[in-house]
């Protein structure tokens, strides 16, 4: 059986004895060079300064990396604050912020306990910031949550889901018709609620075809006679660019051809659609007010 990657006591077991792991590399060639284009983007086009989520940050050291894009882009005042690493593993979480008060200076990052597919969770993480997030990161955690199996949401309403999937589900299924929902499909609407419109997801994956639902959605609600009515949730996020890049070396040894690998690094763009019950918040210039002019992805990375 292969390991339980969505499962969260896998990873509290794991992350007790991990110290650094850096899952496809360290995203320094990968995913810098597009948040520094977008980053840089948004401080040309004078938005605010974007609130940047970092999902599913194990034991990485990559949002170091992303601290020290932030403060080059917008200098050493900016408030750190501003990018906010999660993990739904307590051990990830608590070795994150010790091994930043370690680095000797002040993080000034902000961490929080998050499972991605709780509402809850979800409403917690979007509550403590300014507007929403312009920026999510995710470094194989899309990979890890596509692990888990696909779920029945219950055939009454429940007034503790996320309003998009409540809308969704409304509309295509008005007798509440139970829906069966693949894990990824859950973290899109999730995401999406917590992303400003124009906002962006930078993903890297070893999938050539992480988001397949995207292309033509498999979220479904069940009719009585067993059809299935397919819900589009490419009104949510649009797959902007998809490009392979190639993985890190780590298994050469002399004499032995290790072919090459490559994973898949994705730009998806929170589109503006919103449901009705969204709430009203005081957000910040969306950043689908800014229209940007250049590709997204950074020029060393090769097609
Ligand atoms: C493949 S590891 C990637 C870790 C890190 N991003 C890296 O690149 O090294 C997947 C991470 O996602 C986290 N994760 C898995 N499912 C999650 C969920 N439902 N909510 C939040 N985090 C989750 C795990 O705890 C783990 O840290």
Redesign the pocket.
Known sequence: MPPQ??D?SF?DKR?EDEVL????GD?QDTILPSLTNVLKQYKSNQCAVPEIL???????A?QEYVKDVFIEVYGADVDCGKILN????EN?VTKGRHAASNLGTRSGMRWAK?????WK?IQNITSNVAGRFSVVL????S???SC?PSMTIGAKMESDINPIFQEIWSRYSPQGLPCSLA?LEL?AMNLAFCVEPGGIWIA?SYSSNRFPFLQSSSLSASTNDSNEEVVDLSNLWSIERMIAVDAPSGQEKPGVHAPNVQHHLYVLRRMSWIPRSYSDRNDTAPASSIGFSEEILGSDISD
């Open positions: 990657y969505h969260q990873w992350f792991f850096e899952w496809l995203g970092h999902i599913g940050a194990g034991t990485s990559f999660t993990d739904f593993s990830a998050a499972d991605l597919l709780k969770d995710d470094k194989s955690t990979d890890a949550i888990g894990p973290l890297l």
